[in-house]
């Protein structure tokens, strides 16, 4: 592609890289109908319901109640963010993807473990807060009297995962820019530029780090079928980026990386400014279409000009575990694991309504192991038995074979979210868990590496039965025996989405 192309197509993705301008009267409802959400939420006798609740301000640091001790290698700091601002003023987002981004740190030292959690100060944060109510629509709500935003970085709630990258953290969003937070404060320090004419692009929230440091994400701009693509060094600096088309641009949320290769798992959610112009919220202007089935995107990393489209059944997916790569007689096989469901229900009806303390059940997403063969053109999927969500394996492993697995499964469907934390071997099947039991809701677990170890799984519940949120810490090889070491806060945090380990 011709620099001064690039250039153009950089420069009109950054100035309105989500959202198409609407010709709509302000205030328009979303597909969710009514407006008495906050009543609905606050009548709910549900006693999960706190873990979608507004803390009123940020959390100052707490010492937790530690049992057992957490082992050396799990010292250091456990960084979340998640949706954490969800009402203001009265009025209450209609999905839990919607709200301000609370990112939270948890200082963790054998026996000793102290939680932070602090709002993002994001610019739309700021603004609402000054104005004590909502002024812009979201992914998934169109508050009343909301604006069109001018830009996507207007909206950006800085609330789905984090990225620490050299002594900062940075708060990610997927339709806008990264925020950068002090490590040690939680102060927001402003977003995170890459580079002066790629200012204000998507950077998603699933960045992929090789194991000599090297970060690589992606960014989808609707509006515009782009898709953008960053390496950056170790050090933090922009090494190279561009955009390519797609045509039907679908929502994409998470990628993987091989040794030579950016891997694309793309539902057929597709992206339609119509529906968009004509006043949809950006979610509800997706549209599902089977007939394209699960296109994949294979991009060779050292040169993005060269790419290959192959296609799996029709799917829906948030996450994927991991990829890896061979080389065989048959060809160069990608071999990448994800979580599927057979339909959309997840994002469209069942992180909904637990907006307003209702469980309405989804699919049942799955692990599935898939190979695509970039000699024939072909590609093949198995379904594993283990229902699943926030996949994580060894970051040691990110674009190596792996076969380890650790991720969130049901074992109790008629409450929200998962029940267990499990491991599974993604080459046999084979997989253990532990259970919180019936009154605790799991969030996301990460893998702790301990040289040659087995290494630790670290990770939070909410413990609804008692209120409180706790963090444990497994022993990697024997999860099933339950945790070595668990703090408890004397509080419930909001339920939130993903986290990262930085040792000591
Ligand atoms: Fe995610």
Redesign the pocket.
Known sequence: MERRELLRLLASAGALPLFAPLARAAGTADATGGDNWQAQFEAASAPWKTGFATPANDLPLTRATVRGRFPDAVAGTLFRVGPAGHDMGGERYHHWFDGDGMVHRFVIDGADVRHQGRYVATPKRVAEVRAGRRLYETFGTMPPGGESPTSADSINVAN??VLPLQGEVLALWEGGSATRIDARTLDTLGVKTWRADLAGMPFS??PKVDPDGTVWNFGVSSGQGLLALYEIAPEGTLRRAAVVPVADMPMV??FAVTERHLVFLMPPLVYDNKRKEAGSTFLDAHVWRPELGMRALVVDKHDWERRQMLELPAGFL??VGNAWEEDTPRGTLIHVDYVRSDNTDSVFISNREVMRARRVRGADPHLTVATLNLGTGKATQVALAQEAE?PRIDPRRVGLRHRQVVHATQIRPDLPGFGAVARTDVETGRSQRFSYGTQAIVEEHVFVPDGKKPGWVLGTAFDFGRQKTVLSCFAADHLAAGPVAQATLPYALPLG??GAFVPA
């Open positions: 789905t995962s929230a699933h949320h998470d948030f996450h926030f989405l993903h």
